[in-house]
């Protein structure tokens, strides 16, 4: 099991969750788009690190 890890996004806090790509049971590859964040500045798409199955998806559109 692997946990999606986000990337320092330069300093940013209370980055906003925009868009969630995956459900529980999608399979994904590795580097394939999870979810995207919005800072002050950008959008940026999260990857999977892994190839595999997705068994939960903890997080929502709008959480921060």
């Known amino acids: 099991m ?3 890890k986000i ?3 330069g300093g940013s806090s209370n980055v ?3 868009e969630v790509l995956v459900s529980a049971g999608d399979s994904v590859e590795q ?3 999870s979810i995207v964040l919005e800072t002050d500045k950008a959008t940026m798409e999260i990857p999977a690190e ?3 199955t ?3 998806v903890l997080i929502k559109v ?3």
Do not use: C, R
């Open 7 to 9: 990337p320092d996004l």
């Open 54 to 56: 997705v068994s939960n």
């Open 16 to 18: 906003e969750v925009i």
């Open 2 to 4: 692997t946990t999606l």
């Open 62 to 64: 709008g959480d921060k």
């Open 31 to 33: 580097e394939q788009a």
């Open 50 to 52: 892994t190839a595999g």
